[in-house]
Nanobody, 124 residues
């Protein structure tokens, strides 16, 4: 069955970096766009970034542009989110998700499978 497992979260100081990974199984990742979303305490889940099936197209929400980088390694069935210059407002549970098509979208309804999430906490 389809599974997405995130890892790489943790506690980091402001200005620090983390690399999140999303290991996929049960399907061929090269056929699908992949996305990252996050949910902060008391807030709704929000879109962060998506990447097309080949990795040639990426998109970011404005608040993370220039600080986050999404990438993928289809040979390893893994999607990554490099997050740099972390801010306290980046604190959230980060989820990866499989898109319903080859090119990503910003709406959660356009994703059909989700991981369990990995916690990122930015605090001094």
């Amino acid at each position: 069955q389809v599974q997405l497992v995130e890892s790489g979260g943790g506690l980091v100081q402001p200005g620090g970096s983390l690399r999140l990974s999303c290991a996929a199984s049960g399907f061929t990742t090269s056929n699908y766009a992949m996305g990252w979303f996050r949910q902060a305490p008391g807030k709704e889940r929000e879109f962060v970034s998506h990447i097309s099936w080949s990795g040639s197209s990426t998109y970011y929400t404005d608040s993370v542009k220039g600080r986050f980088t999404i990438s993928r390694d289809n040979a390893k069935n893994t999607v990554y989110l490099q997050i740099d210059s972390l801010k306290p407002e980046d604190t959230a549970v980060y989820y990866c998700a499989r898109g319903r098509a080859r090119y990503g979208r910003i709406w959660s309804e356009d994703y059909d499978y989700w991981g369990q999430g990995t916690q990122v906490t930015v605090s001094s």
